[in-house]
């Protein structure tokens, strides 16, 4: 592929806050900083009132005082999970001696806090995180709708997407708490968010050749392997547009997810660690959805030909540290499997 811009692309700002504060001072000395950072404002004066704001507006950012007449911010946050239907980042304002009410709010479902009096500083960095945080919320449900096209069009109905998403994030947490190093939580999370676009090439290839329910032939079988650059490209494009983090690693999945170990795979016949790592969890991932459950060319096959299988297949398809975290803890990903049974 060709080389790609590493420069993220700046993505447009959270611009509606509401704001939960019976103080009509405290409410005007928010409303005034927050509109000068170029923020559209909602109040509400209690609890109740800021629900009713945020039923209409669902902003997708809250800040809130605790003590409130009518109804309190502990109600407004546990009242704004229930009903909220985008991620709401809340922050909590309360005074330094309350800590026990920050514990609880946050045991509620608030993502930080502030004291009072706030620190304008304070509140501008940790407004940057939340609107970081939305952003990132969003990204996940447009990569998650981008991957159901392909879904759609398969007669691989059920939760193919989903169990590759857990099985991914399973193997990179064995991975990392053996002491990869090139993992961490937020890698492995990204890692789960954008599995599911592994077959996002699949939309360029005819229904004919997906769906076929016997075995392909040998040009049938060469066209169903471009999916794999198709996805690379779709993505690549996507990323060179937006600079996500996300779409740089969905497009390495995309793209390697059929290299092998052995350098025996394509599209490009990477080998070893020249496979991305994101790669090489996501291949083993696949395989193993694809082993055990029903497919219009095949039937499930048992636990012990699956395992037999990823065994022999240990450093030639598989990266034989990634098949020893799945032989290892094997059970888990039959637990995953029934959790996500597919239809009929």
């Known amino acids: 592929m060709s080389t790609i811009n590493e420069t993220p692309a700046t993505s447009p700002a959270i611009t509606t806050i509401l704001i939960a504060e019976d103080s009509a001072l405290q409410r005007k000395v928010l409303h005034d900083y927050l509109a000068s950072l170029g923020y559209n404002i909602l ?35 546990r009242e704004i999970r229930r009903q909220e239907i985008h991620y709401t980042h809340i922050t909590v304002l309360s005074s330094v001696e309350r800590k026990e009410s920050v514990v609880r709010a946050i045991s509620l479902g608030a993502d930080d806090y502030l004291s009072k009096p ?3 500083d304070e509140m501008t960095v940790r407004l940057e995180a939340a609107e970081r945080l939305v952003r990132i919320q969003s990204q996940e449900r447009i990569i998650l709708l981008m991957a159901k096209l392909t879904d759609y069009r398969s007669p691989e109905t059920g939760f193919h997407i989903e169990r590759v998403q857990h099985y991914t994030r399973l193997l990179a947490q064995i991975l990392a708490n053996r002491g990869n190093t090139a993992l961490n939580k937020r890698i492995v999370a990204t890692f789960y968010s954008v599995a599911c676009l592994h077959d996002i090439g699949k939309v360029a290839i005819p229904d004919e050749i997906l769906n076929k329910p016997g075995k392909l032939s040998d040009s049938e079988y060469e066209l169903m392997k471009t999916h794999a650059e198709q996805g690379g490209k779709i993505l690549d494009e996507a990323y060179r547009e937006i600079g996500s983090e996300f779409l740089r690693t969905a497009r390495d999945i995309a793209l390697c997810h059929h290299e092998k170990y052995d350098g025996s795979g394509y599209p490009q016949g990477l080998s070893g660690e020249e496979i991305p790592l994101s790669a090489r969890i996501v291949a083993l991932a696949d395989v193993f959805d694809a082993l055990s459950s029903h497919r219009v060319y095949k039937d499930a096959y048992p ?24 032989l290892d803890y094997e059970e888990q990903f039959w637990v995953i499997h029934q959790q996500f049974p597919d239809e009929g």
Do not use: K, Y
Not at 51 to 77: A, K, S, W, Y
Not at 313 to 319: K, P
């Open 43 to 77: 109040a509400g004066e209690n609890g109740r009132q800021a629900l009713q704001l945020f039923l209409t507006n669902q902003p997708r950012i809250v800040i809130t005082d605790l003590e409130m007449p009518v109804m309190d911010g502990f109600e407004l946050i």
């Open 303 to 326: 636990p012990e030909r699956c395992r037999r299988i990823i065994e022999e297949e240990s450093g030639c398809h598989f990266d034989p540290d990634i098949a020893r975290a799945f």
């Open 118 to 120: 706030f620190h304008p």
